[in-house]
Structure formats: structure tokens, C-alpha cells
């Protein structure tokens, strides 16, 4: 599975891989599936502000609560996310996030 990796991210608490008809793809951790609802909830918010504000296209979304953060990615039909205890650095994650959704939207045989 493609989430598999993020198993290693320090302070994980969930991730998903949302398709744009906002079902979950694949998911991590106790709260992937409501982590997926909620991003496919966001992104639609995220767009319907860029459309607004002709801000263009959203790539990347960050949510920072009490207890957790959220970091997402869009590319293509995809939003790609994962919740992480709050206070852990977030670079490694975002890092492998970007990784990941790179390799969700690359063209068959391209990373060859």
C-alpha cells in the first residue's frame, strides 16, 4: 500500500489518500477514514476561496490545533494528508508527502 511509508513519521497520528469524489483511497492509523472525509470537505472549501480570491489552483493546505496539525497535498484527483501530533517537526512529513503525491500523478513508466 502506498501509505505504508508514513507508518516511519514520527507523531503520526492518521493519513489518507482521498480521490476527488472525496471517498478514501487508502488510509492510516484509528482516525484515516474521518481524516479522509475531512479533507475532501477542505479541499472543496480551499478551492471555492482560491476560485474567489483568484488565487488559482490549491497545492498545499496546513491546519494547526491544540493537540494535532494537519498538512495536506493536491495534485491531480488527489488530496493527500496525514495528522501529526502537535510539537513534532513536520519537515519529514512534508517531505515524504510531496514525495508521494509526486509518484501518485507522475504519466505510467515516467519515474523509469
Do not use: C, N, W
Given at each position: 500500500?502506498?501509505?505504508?511509508?508514513?507508518?516511519?513519521?514520527?507523531?503520526?497520528?492518521?493519513?489518507?489518500?482521498?480521490?476527488?469524489?472525496?471517498?478514501?483511497?487508502?488510509?492510516?492509523?484509528?482516525?484515516?477514514?474521518?481524516?479522509?472525509?475531512?479533507?475532501?470537505?477542505?479541499?472543496?472549501?480551499?478551492?471555492?476561496?482560491?476560485?474567489?480570491?483568484?488565487?488559482?489552483?490549491?497545492?498545499?493546505?496546513?491546519?494547526?490545533?491544540?493537540?494535532?496539525?494537519?498538512?495536506?497535498?493536491?495534485?491531480?484527483?488527489?488530496?493527500?494528508?496525514?495528522?501529526?501530533?502537535?510539537?513534532?517537526?513536520?519537515?519529514?512529513?512534508?517531505?515524504?508527502?510531496?514525495?508521494?503525491?509526486?509518484?501518485?500523478?507522475?504519466p505510467e513508466g515516467a519515474d523509469?
Amino acid at each position: 500500500m502506498k501509505l505504508d511509508v508514513l507508518h516511519t513519521l514520527p507523531g503520526l497520528v492518521a493519513a489518507a489518500l482521498v480521490g476527488r469524489d472525496g471517498l478514501a483511497l487508502e488510509t492510516v492509523g484509528e482516525g484515516g477514514e474521518a481524516l479522509a472525509a475531512e479533507l475532501a470537505a477542505l479541499r472543496d472549501s480551499a478551492e471555492r476561496v482560491g476560485r474567489r480570491l483568484g488565487g488559482g489552483a490549491v497545492s498545499r493546505f496546513a491546519l494547526t490545533g491544540e493537540q494535532i496539525e494537519i498538512l495536506a497535498l493536491t495534485a491531480g484527483d488527489y488530496v493527500l494528508g496525514a495528522a501529526l501530533a502537535r510539537g513534532v517537526d513536520t519537515r519529514p512529513a512534508q517531505q515524504q508527502l510531496a514525495q508521494l503525491i509526486q509518484e501518485l500523478t507522475l504519466p505510467e513508466g515516467a519515474d523509469d
